[in-house]
């Protein structure tokens, strides 16, 4: 039981599979869980009756291809202050994203070759590792889209990015090809620089 414990991270949440790459069976597993009242929040996936569930990490463990994209990643990346009203995410076409946005999350979708484009990883407020999209895929997702997002937010976000110290405009260039919004970013930046 002592090495169960040990497999409960920093904000009460424990994973199955932990456990059995740990070498603990799946009865002694479960036992340790009903036992304790662990709160089952997703397959696989526990929480400690007294902690707050990392509602990041239960989506990016429920469908670990997709990536957070849009709001989320401006919002990470500090483009913009408001937290986002709902999670977003980006998975590849043809994934079946019905769970998802009856779960409340905004699915975007991209052909699968674009989707590890720009991917990245950040530590959110839990402590969990959560892949995100970089700064220039985040600008190039927010020109993508630009009629979802508010202006207001549209015109914060671009300003912030140009006035970022470790903004990187080739990479951001390469990133606007592959998307084909080269020339709409190139008119921005010519405006904003």
């Not at 429920?62 to 919002?75: G, K, N, T, V, W």
């Not at 019905?98 to 990245?120: C, D, N, P, W, Y």
Request: glycine content about 4%.
């Amino acid at each position: 039981m002592e090495k169960i414990d040990h497999l409960i991270d920093s904000s009460g949440h424990l994973l199955a599979e932990d456990a059995m790459r740990a070498g603990i069976d799946k009865s002694s597993f479960y036992d340790f869980v009903k036992n304790h009242q662990f709160e089952k929040i997703s397959p696989g996936l526990y929480i400690t009756p007294d902690s707050w569930a990392d509602e990041a990490f239960i989506l990016h463990k429920r469908c670990p291809q997709a990536i957070f994209s849009h709001d989320e990643a401006l919002y990470h990346h500090g483009l913009i202050d408001r937290e986002p009203r709902q999670p977003t995410m980006t998975i590849y076409t043809g994934y079946n994203t019905k769970r998802l946005t009856q779960s409340g999350v905004k699915v975007f979708t991209v052909k699968k070759e674009l989707l590890e484009i720009g991917k990245a990883a950040c530590v959110n407020s839990f402590g969990h590792t959560i892949p995100i999209y970089d700064l220039e895929r985040t600008i190039c997702d927010l020109i993508r889209s630009r009629s979802w997002f508010e202006m207001q937010d549209f015109q914060s976000a671009l300003k912030s990015y140009v006035s970022r110290k470790d903004k990187d405009l080739t990479t951001l260039m390469e990133y606007a090809k592959l998307f084909h919004v080269d020339r709409i970013i190139r008119r921005y930046m010519e405006v904003l620089l």
